[in-house]
């Protein structure tokens, strides 16, 4: 979505991509603030992997750490960004040296 919107502007390729994968990068960084600052405030327990205990409705049973589960959150956020600016450099070359040939 980030790059459709950037794709508008009057801008290289390589910058439209590198401008959407910082955006991206920069969004992932301030939801996992949004979490922490929610967290901290309410408790809402947003950040960390809880498992309900039987014992009752309340007790939550720790998993995975919290500043694990935002570190996980943040590398796959990075891998899926970096997959997709591969995918639009791939994507148009591809259309770019299509368009070159079909020139000549």
């Known amino acids: ?11 290289e390729l390589k910058w439209k991509i590198t401008f959407t994968f910082f955006t991206a990068i920069g969004i992932l ?4 603030l949004g979490e922490y600052g929610l967290d901290h405030l309410f408790d809402l327990k ?16 720790l998993i995975v750490d919290r500043i694990d589960d935002t570190m996980i959150d943040l590398f796959l956020g990075m ?12 994507k148009y070359r591809k259309e770019l040296s299509k368009k070159t040939h079909s020139s000549m």
């Open 46 to 61: 947003l950040q960390g992997v809880y498992l309900r205990d039987i014992g009752g409705i309340e007790k939550f049973n």
């Open 29 to 32: 960084g301030l939801f996992e």
């Open 79 to 90: 891998i899926g960004t970096m997959l997709y600016s591969l995918f639009l450099i791939i």
């Open 1 to 11: 979505m980030v790059f459709y919107l950037i794709a508008k502007l009057n801008l």
